[in-house]
């Protein structure tokens, strides 16, 4: 997913949280219950949001667990003293509905196809974001050969 943001504000909140906001990315969408920020006219549209999962890998490695009850403190405290952060309401809470994921810029096709077992052993066994890195995997075999002028399956089989 592409997302465009101010380089200022990412660079203050990699210093001040420790993330960027490109790591919005790697969200668990799926997982997401939002609603528009329309507290005050930012001059651009924001989402107040906050997501069942409790932790996830993002696709560097890097760990993001559940909150622990002191950081939750901090984050409280945080959002209280910040005049751009906004909590909602518990009536405004009710309103949260989930977003799913938002529309790619390029989609891609669900196909069904037949590998070989240790290929997807292998690729699953690296971790959240296997399909992502066989795709990659995929593409670099593309970057270097003509797919007209090869065998079919590589191995002279098909499937």
Do not use: C
């Not at 219950?33 to 993002?58: N, Q």
């Not at 409280?76 to 003293?81: D, K, L, Y």
């Amino acid at each position: 997913m592409e997302m465009e943001f101010d380089p200022g504000k990412d660079a203050g909140n990699i210093a001040k949280h420790g993330l960027s906001l490109a790591d919005a990315a790697a969200l668990e969408w799926d997982t997401l219950w939002a609603m528009e920020d329309d507290h005050r006219d930012y001059g651009e549209p924001r989402m107040i949001g906050r997501s069942d999962a409790m932790s996830k890998t993002l696709p560097d490695g890097r760990r993001l667990d559940g909150n622990t009850p002191e950081e939750e403190a901090a984050i409280e405290a945080g959002i209280a003293a910040d005049p751009d952060t906004y909590e909602p309401t518990e009536e405004e809470a009710r309103q949260l509905r989930r977003v799913g994921r938002p529309p790619a810029a390029v989609t891609k096709e669900r196909i069904t196809i037949r590998l070989s077992p240790d290929v997807v052993e292998r690729f699953r066994a690296s971790g959240p974001g296997w399909q992502g890195r066989m795709n990659a995997a995929l593409q670099d075999w593309l970057r270097e050969h003509e797919p007209e002028q090869a065998e079919a399956g590589g191995t002279g089989q098909d499937g």
